[in-house]
């Protein structure tokens, strides 16, 4: 079977888009989304995304990780779905994005995607969690997905892989475990952030969940002032911006580069 596919990227994180309305993916099949993120030996991705169709949004953005197992969202995936709609007129330049994180509304401005997430839950700041022996201060907010967060002196000292793997399987985070945002807190409103994503079992160059949370958890510590700019791991700023009355965060927005890398058959 040959299947047509988009390879795209947002921020670094790269993915393999389908329009999948007629459903002739073979949902579930985590081997062939294993097989087809394989980098070295496949097409190499960050995640595998389908475009269904949906009786409430413009369509219905499903998203798998590289080890097989279906997210519940993904927000540079979700920028560049909105760009797939829009380049192969699936839906107009504002749309809504059904997921299993609730309902997305994206607008495309130019090169840019934005997108309006759903509202943060979950929020919890200054616990602790035992590694390795040892005691870590963590805060933690599900913006889709669940993160954890920890705020480092320099990011790029970090052992993203030995550090993040250990606080992904921490028995606080089970049995889904947790994704995990390293943030150093440059000035004014700049933060970096470096994410170790679970089902990737690795670090990316960006995470868009993992963005948002970071900047969110680093205004309820009064670190920084919205709107929040963000330097991913692949060095490209997300802007994030959000509402906030009385410890709740609402209407927030993330804006950043969303863009067709090439197009391509994959035979299966």
């Given at each position: ?43 190499g991705a960050d995640g595998v995304i389908l475009l269904q169709d949906s009786r409430k949004a413009d369509f219905k ?172 791991k692949s060095g490209d700023i997300i802007i994030v911006d959000f509402g906030n ?24």
């Amino acid at each position: 079977m040959r299947m047509k596919f988009s390879k795209m990227e947002g921020a670094g994180n790269d993915f393999i888009v389908i329009d999948d309305r007629r459903k002739k993916f073979p949902v579930p099949e985590n081997s062939l989304v294993a097989r087809m993120c394989a980098r070295k030996k496949s097409i190499g991705a960050d995640g595998v995304i389908l475009l269904q169709d949906s009786r409430k949004a413009d369509f219905k953005m499903r998203i798998f990780n590289p080890d097989g197992g279906e997210a519940e969202m993904c927000g540079n995936g979700a920028r560049c779905a909105a760009r797939f709609a829009y380049d192969n007129k699936i839906a107009a330049g504002r749309m809504k994005i059904e997921t299993l994180a609730g309902m997305l509304i994206a607008s495309v401005e130019d090169d840019m995607i934005k997108i309006k997430m759903s509202d943060p839950k979950d929020l919890k700041t200054d616990f602790f969690v035992s590694l390795s022996g040892k005691k870590i201060k963590l805060d933690f907010v599900n913006t889709g997905v669940p993160h954890a967060v920890l705020f480092v002196e320099s990011a790029e000292q970090v052992e993203t892989e030995k550090i993040g793997r250990e606080i992904r399987n921490a028995p606080e985070f089970s049995p889904s475990g947790a994704n995990v945002n390293f943030v150093e807190v440059c000035s004014g409103n700049l933060i970096k952030v470096r994410t170790y994503e679970r089902g990737v079992e690795a670090e990316t160059l960006a995470c868009g969940t993992g963005i948002v949370a970071s900047a969110i958890i680093s205004h309820a510590k009064k670190k920084v002032k919205v709107p929040v700019k963000v330097i991913a791991k692949s060095g490209d700023i997300i802007i994030v911006d959000f509402g906030n009355k009385n410890g709740l965060y609402k209407n927030v927005y993330m804006i950043g580069p969303a863009k067709l890398v090439y197009v391509a058959e994959y035979t299966f």
